[in-house]
């Protein structure tokens, strides 16, 4: 995204590679990288990578929702780099045998150490997407 004089942008990127672990549980390593570049401030990166475990359901059904967590580390210039866990949920839609559109949210929350986890789930944040995913 970017202003109409380009002198405000940001943008980011997703990535998740998973395997199918039963026929309804699989397991994903994600990596997402975040670039912003305001006409204050500077530019900064940011990134996370987390492994997450999904739950899908549905049968053979087109739609297949899904409900998972995830832990991982989220770093970068305008974070402090720390230890992420988040609650997770979604929808695949199977256009084709081996290609979905998929819409996920998540709750995740920040914790330095792991006796701060349970203090830190009040202070989460939402973040969402939507995508494109194919299965090899």
Known sequence: AANRDFDNTLGGINFSYGQYLTNTLMWALRQSVN???PDVGGTQWNGST???FDQHFGGTSAL???VGANI????????RDTW?????????YYVQPRTFI???AEYGWFFRHARSLDDRFKDGQVTWGLGVGFNF
Request: charged share 15%.
């Open 84 to 92: 992420s866990a988040g609650l997770e949920g979604g929808v695949k």
């Open 35 to 37: 670039y912003s570049n």
């Open 72 to 79: 991982g580390g989220v770093y970068g210039d305008s974070v």
């Open 50 to 52: 987390k492994l997450a």
């Open 64 to 66: 297949k929702p899904f």
């Open 102 to 104: 998929y819409a996920m």
